[in-house]
């Protein structure tokens, strides 16, 4: 005979107890691309725009790349309703001491009040979020803030489920001079890469560009040019030599 412990929970899903309001769900899997890179005058952010749950994809045209004031963006991954509703809650602190204080509030600084609140609720949140944009103080700045709330501040980074497919990529193209037409180039790149090993990233292709002048947004799509095609190796043919295949 052998004892369960009884600190653990059986594998198999609970039953509902609608009395208590208990409706047990199973974990969604979500995934997203998410890319973003200083240059020399600014920064660069790119996302593909497939939201998905699971094997289904809810969306095959979502921006993911959400303005925050005129000179900074906010790319987020995770649960689209946490994401989002951090975004505006962060929108409107950024708005108020904009207003309040008569003087734009810093990328560092807007980057921590989310950090904030990423922190704080982090056991109710499933969001992770770049925050990239341009100041008078330092320029281009792009701050990575996984879930968990821990801000770092990157030269070039990736985000989400297809980040893993290109983050060594990123580390080798990136250089201090980067120019602008440089700088799109590789993320544009790096997003088609991520989509196309990436079974939970794809659809377009959205690049935003953000320097002093303001913030820039572009649309790639798989149908028109400028979309970042990936070329693959032919394949060794599969079947024994003596039977004949056209590839």
Not at 58 to 73: E, F, L
Not at 156 to 185: H, M, Y
């Amino acid at each position: 005979m052998v004892l369960q412990n009884m600190d653990t929970m059986r594998d198999e899903k609970r039953k509902a107890i609608p009395a208590l309001g208990f409706y047990p769900q199973d974990e969604i899997s979500t995934g997203t691309t998410l890319i973003a890179m200083e240059y020399n005058g600014g920064v660069v952010v790119g996302t593909d725009s497939r939201t998905s749950a699971g094997s289904f994809i809810t969306s095959r045209a979502t921006n993911k790349i959400t303005p925050i004031t005129d000179n900074m963006v906010v790319c987020r991954s995770g649960s689209a309703a946490d994401t989002q509703a951090i975004a505006d809650i962060a929108k409107y602190h950024i708005d108020v001491y904009t207003m309040t204080e008569n003087k734009p509030v810093t990328i560092y600084r807007s980057s921590q009040i989310f950090r904030q609140f990423l922190y704080n609720y982090r056991e109710q949140l499933s969001a992770s979020v770049l925050v990239a944009g341009w100041d008078s103080e330092l320029g281009g700045q792009v701050y990575a803030i996984p879930i968990g709330g821990f801000v770092s501040r990157q030269r070039s980074t990736a985000s989400g489920s297809g980040s893993t497919f290109v983050q060594g990529f990123l580390d080798s193209q990136w250089r201090p001079d980067l120019t602008l037409e440089e700088c799109k180039a590789i993320v544009k790149q790096a997003v088609g890469l991520a989509t196309f090993r990436d079974g939970s990233s794809g659809g377009v292709v959205r690049l935003a560009v953000i320097d002093k002048t303001g913030s820039k947004f572009e649309l790639f799509r798989p149908d028109k040019p400028g979309f970042p095609f990936v070329q693959t190796p032919t394949p060794h043919l599969s079947f024994p030599p003596h039977i004949e295949q056209v590839l």
